[in-house]
């Protein structure tokens, strides 16, 4: 699956914004759904992930609250809705895709889109 993620930018600190990933192909439902951010001279953070359906959904512990992962399958997107945003939101953040389980590991995810840029201003 070739992966597609948008909706990253500039915010003040407070704000929200929602980031996008959208698939390519027709088995899109078939695939775990993570998003991961790396900010300069950090390593790579778990977001989030949410299962097939959409029904069940993990959170990374920075994010827990502020952040909510949602999928539509009948889109091939599944969605980052991010509130309360803070300076050190700022990343670069990565939809990722895997066939195996729900997991906070980035290694476990085979395939990756190109990431989105978001600035949290204070």
């Known amino acids: 699956v070739q992966l597609q993620a948008s909706g990253g930018g500039l915010v003040q600190a407070g704000g929200s914004l929602r980031l996008s990933c959208v698939g390519s192909?027709?088995?899109?439902?078939?695939?775990?759904m993570g998003w991961f951010r790396q900010a300069p001279g950090k390593e790579r953070e778990f977001v989030g992930t949410?299962?097939?359906?959409?029904?069940?959904?993990y959170y990374g512990d920075s994010v827990q609250g502020r952040f909510t992962m949602s999928r539509d399958n009948a889109k091939n997107t599944v969605y980052l809705q991010m509130n309360s945003l803070k300076p050190e939101d700022t990343a670069v953040y990565y939809c990722?895709?895997?066939?195996?389980?729900?997991?906070?590991?980035?290694?476990?995810?085979?395939?990756w889109g190109q990431g989105t840029l978001v600035t949290v201003s204070s």
């Open positions: 990722a895709a895997t066939r195996t389980y729900v997991s906070v590991r980035p290694s476990l995810y085979e395939y």
């Open positions: 192909g027709r088995t899109f439902r078939n695939y775990v």
């Open positions: 949410i299962n097939w359906g959409g029904e069940s959904a």
